[in-house]
């Protein structure tokens, strides 16, 4: 059982808005940072938001982050084919002394 | 540019030892940790362990401490991981993937992966 929790499925069609969630506990989510990866079928994960909400150089502005608390969610704006992927969330965990990951969200692009 | 680069895919028996590598290159690597990812079929992703590329030092998961081994060789860029007694239960793509710091959950870089089948 992840110690992060996400919904296992989301979709959405082209040019639609899709928002995935993730929550979390007082111990990985609570003062630390959220992040998110994205895996395309068949390929290595990527990190897609780091600190909660920033993007790495080369991801697109559709997608974007942000955290309150122990929840935090994924927004991807003018979604397109090739977003679809399955999306997880990870943050440090102090109980475990180590970074956690949520159980991933598979969105499928209708 | 960054590049982590795992050895090739492994098929092994239940009971043999195995050592995959990550070598890196591109960025300085002794500044950075390294750690694994184990994602089983179908499944979702998990920590196994870091490693400080600088001397060695591992940390692992409570889930994977006393199965598997996380090592790091300095002077040829380049992490493993390392079994001594493969289960079924094993099989699995194992991911390597750098950290920025050793106390977050910030993996920038990613290998490819390696594939090991452990047959029963």
């Known amino acids: 059982q992840s110690e992060l929790t996400q919904p296992p499925s989301a979709s959405g069609t082209p040019g639609q808005t899709v928002t995935i969630s993730c929550s979390g506990s007082s111990s990985n989510m609570g003062e630390n940072f959220l992040y998110w990866y994205q895996q395309l079928p068949g390929t290595a994960p990527r990190l897609l938001i780091y600190k909660n909400r920033q993007r790495p150089s080369g991801v697109p502005d559709r997608f974007s982050g942000s955290k309150s608390g122990t929840s935090a969610s994924l927004v991807i704006g003018g979604l397109r084919s090739e977003d679809e992927a399955d999306y997880y969330c990870a943050a440090w965990d102090d109980s475990l002394s180590g970074p956690v990951f949520g159980g991933g969200t598979k969105l499928t692009v209708l | 540019e960054v590049q982590l680069v795992q050895s090739g895919a492994e098929v092994k028996q239940a009971g043999e030892s195995l050592r995959i590598s990550c070598e890196g290159s591109g960025y300085s690597f002794s500044t950075f940790w390294i750690s694994w990812v184990r994602q089983m079929p179908g499944k979702g992703l998990e920590w196994m362990g870091k490693v400080d590329t600088d001397d060695s030092y591992a940390i692992y998961a409570p889930s994977f401490q006393g199965h598997v081994t996380i090592s790091s060789e300095k002077s040829t860029n380049t992490a493993y991981l390392q079994w001594n007694s493969l289960k079924a239960s094993d099989t699995a793509i194992y991911y390597c993937?750098?950290?920025?710091?050793?106390?977050?959950?910030?993996?920038?870089?990613w290998g490819q992966g390696t594939l090991v089948t452990v047959s029963s």
């Open positions: 993937a750098r950290q920025t710091t050793g106390f977050d959950a910030d993996f920038d870089y």
